[in-house]
């Protein structure tokens, strides 16, 4: 799905884990989505940010360089227990799990209609979620 990308990558995950973002390639694809794209082309939001801050380190300090084009965000304590993951690639293509646990999952590709649900669901789980963990505050 990062090959794929163009322009934007949403993520609705537990903790980035399964992603294996820290991949020198997937990471090297990142960076280059990141530096190519003027706008905001990353929006992360994820329910359990410990794995993210401490435990993978490459994608953080990454994030980190390119805070100006990307965010990461903790779900709220109610959203917290949605089960269910979303990656959605340039609003047409989309992989989405249903449920964490299990194998069961769908896979879109080339279809802005069918991402649009998983698109809008992910913009409402997105405003419901807290501040940027990529934030940094300047001492003056």
Known sequence: MLARCAHSIC???GDLANL???NPQRLALL????????????????RDSRHFLVKAPR??????TWSHRAQ????????????????????????????????RSV???NSPEEVLPYQQRFDEIWQESGKNLLQTSLGL
């Open 72 to 103: 990461v965000r903790q779900t709220s304590r109610a959203l917290s227990e949605l089960r269910d993951a979303i990656l959605i690639v340039d609003r047409q293509n989309a992989l989405i799990r249903f449920e964490k646990t299990l194998p």
């Open 20 to 22: 294996h973002w820290e």
């Open 31 to 46: 960076t280059t989505l990141l530096a190519t794209q003027n706008e905001a082309p990353l929006r992360v939001v994820l």
């Open 59 to 64: 994608i953080y300090q990454t994030l980190q």
């Open 107 to 109: 896979l879109i590709e």
């Open 11 to 13: 993520v609705f995950d």
